[in-house]
């Protein structure tokens, strides 16, 4: 039986002096409540309360076992309500990673979540490579694609995608390009985290999804 039950049991009894009464009190069966005891007594080896046909009373090992349980019961009581207001209250040190270039986008969300949470305090790294949450000990990552570990929890913010763009002077001396193909003739702006390497995704006409390999 589950030990923490068995001691929350055995006070009831004590405190009600009574295994009907606890049983009315902890909705439980007298016949589970009388269990609980008995599995305390066997586990200690020892008698804790006597039993008459009128009441039931703590024997001494039972008044010192009963004094030591309550003050357990009441420690875990004041745990659980610490642990709670931890939950409530935001505090302490968040590290977040993101990508330079979002850095415009997420610093005002940063100061408003500091508006919002004074005991807080946030971490902001940022730059553009791959990261390793767990093993360099960021709690947030921001970014613009999947990340390979599975094991993460992953939220989506916002939709993100990219366009086409050229200096005027590029295009005025090699030209614009017309089609998909012609990308491949050009001196194409790599980005060494784009999820799909050389090959650029796109979509077009029906949402149908098209691809070209770059160079540059």
């Given at each position: 039986?589950?030990?923490?039950?068995?001691?929350?049991?055995?006070?009831?009894?004590?405190?009600?002096?009574?295994f009907?009464?606890?049983?009315?009190?902890?909705?439980?069966?007298?016949?589970?409540?009388?269990?609980?005891?008995?599995?305390?007594?066997?586990?200690?080896g020892?008698?804790?309360?006597?039993?008459?046909?009128?009441?039931?009373?703590?024997?001494?090992?039972?008044?010192?076992?009963?004094?030591?349980a309550?003050?357990?019961?009441?420690?875990?009581?004041?745990?659980?309500?610490?642990?709670?207001?931890?939950?409530?209250?935001?505090?302490?040190?968040?590290?977040?990673?993101?990508?330079?270039?979002?850095?415009p986008?997420?610093?005002?969300?940063?100061?408003?979540?500091?508006?919002?949470?004074?005991?807080?305090s946030?971490?902001?790294?940022?730059?553009?490579?791959?990261?390793?949450?767990?093993?360099?000990?960021?709690?947030?990552?921001?970014?613009?694609?999947?990340?390979?570990?599975?094991s993460?929890?992953?939220r989506?913010?916002?939709?993100?995608?990219?366009?086409?763009?050229?200096?005027?002077?590029?295009?005025?001396?090699?030209?614009?390009?017309?089609r998909?193909?012609?990308l491949?003739?050009?001196?194409?702006l790599?980005?060494?985290?784009y999820?799909?390497?050389?090959?650029?995704?796109?979509?077009?006409?029906?949402?149908?999804?098209?691809?070209?390999?770059?160079?540059g």
């Amino acid at each position: 039986m589950d030990r923490l039950t068995s001691l929350t049991v055995f006070t009831q009894v004590a405190q009600s002096e009574g295994f009907s009464a606890a049983a009315r009190r902890l909705n439980m069966s007298t016949t589970m409540v009388s269990a609980h005891v008995q599995a305390l007594e066997d586990r200690l080896g020892a008698r804790l309360l006597n039993r008459t046909t009128r009441r039931v009373g703590l024997t001494e090992v039972g008044r010192t076992y009963y004094e030591r349980a309550v003050r357990i019961l009441e420690e875990l009581q004041e745990a659980d309500q610490a642990a709670g207001l931890l939950q409530t209250t935001v505090r302490g040190t968040l590290r977040l990673f993101a990508g330079t270039h979002m850095v415009p986008f997420v610093s005002p969300v940063i100061v408003e979540f500091l508006r919002r949470h004074p005991e807080a305090s946030v971490d902001l790294n940022t730059g553009e490579r791959t990261i390793d949450m767990v093993e360099e000990g960021f709690d947030l990552a921001i970014r613009a694609s999947q990340p390979d570990d599975s094991s993460v929890i992953v939220r989506r913010l916002a939709e993100w995608h990219h366009i086409l763009g050229a200096a005027p002077s590029y295009i005025e001396k090699h030209g614009a390009p017309q089609r998909l193909e012609d990308l491949k003739q050009h001196n194409c702006l790599r980005y060494s985290l784009y999820p799909f390497g050389d090959e650029w995704q796109f979509i077009g006409p029906g949402e149908a999804q098209m691809s070209v390999k770059v160079s540059g």
